[in-house]
């Protein structure tokens, strides 16, 4: 019983990424997304063992064709694409908040800290995929994927921390 009930909170950790991760604001080649903000919260609520089979169910689901990437688009070519950095970025992005966060569970300092680490593996891993997708410098490619995100990015952290520390112990409570 407890591994269909385990079973059922990751599906529904990954249609929540699903439902979410579609918003966003077009700004050129890199949209502004939503699906960190959720990715966040999951991660920094949930162990290792939850978050990141929900983010690859998630990717895996994007990747066969359902519309669950920005814009509600979806496919390999989105992952293979010029996105395809980022995407591929909230698997390590997922690992290092939810390892942070189980780690050091009544610090509240974990959430934002480990938000922005995780936030800087998925500029590294955007940034580098987009130099070689476009085939751009890397100074070219970080005025695209990094710069225009960073005040977005200190919203959504903020967000998402004061989300996760009032909701972690009450889904903790769930899956336990």
């Given at each position: 019983m407890k591994?269909?009930?385990?079973?059922?909170?990751?599906?529904?950790l990954?249609?929540?990424?699903?439902?979410?991760?579609?918003?966003?604001?077009?700004?050129?080649?890199?949209?502004?997304?939503?699906a960190t903000?959720?990715i966040?919260?999951?991660?920094?609520?949930t162990?290792?063992s939850?978050s990141?089979?929900?983010?690859?169910?998630?990717i895996?689901?994007?990747?066969?064709g359902?519309?669950?990437?920005?814009?509600?688009?979806?496919?390999?070519?989105?992952?293979?694409g010029v996105?395809?950095?980022?995407?591929l970025?909230?698997i390590?992005?997922?690992?290092?908040?939810?390892?942070?966060?189980?780690k050091f569970?009544?610090?509240k300092?974990?959430?934002?800290l480990?938000?922005?680490?995780?936030?800087f593996i998925?500029?590294?891993c955007?940034?580098?995929?987009?130099?070689f997708?476009?085939d751009s410098?890397?100074?070219s490619?970080a005025?695209?994927c990094?710069?225009p995100?960073?005040?977005g990015?200190?919203?959504?952290?903020?967000?998402?921390s004061?989300i996760?520390i009032?909701?972690r112990?009450?889904l903790?409570?769930?899956?336990?």
């Amino acid at each position: 019983m407890k591994y269909i009930k385990n079973l059922t909170v990751r599906a529904i950790l990954a249609a929540a990424i699903c439902v979410i991760a579609p918003i966003c604001i077009p700004t050129g080649s890199v949209p502004v997304t939503a699906a960190t903000l959720i990715i966040f919260i999951i991660s920094a609520c949930t162990d290792i063992s939850f978050s990141l089979p929900a983010v690859l169910l998630y990717i895996a689901l994007g990747a066969f064709g359902l519309p669950v990437f920005s814009g509600f688009s979806g496919g390999f070519h989105i992952v293979a694409g010029v996105t395809g950095g980022f995407i591929l970025g909230y698997i390590p992005c997922t690992c290092a908040i939810s390892l942070i966060c189980s780690k050091f569970r009544e610090k509240k300092f974990a959430f934002p800290l480990s938000m922005l680490l995780g936030s800087f593996i998925c500029y590294i891993c955007g940034t580098a995929w987009h130099c070689f997708v476009t085939d751009s410098s890397l100074i070219s490619s970080a005025a695209v994927c990094i710069l225009p995100f960073i005040p977005g990015d200190i919203i959504k952290i903020a967000a998402a921390s004061a989300i996760s520390i009032s909701l972690r112990p009450r889904l903790r409570s769930i899956i336990k």
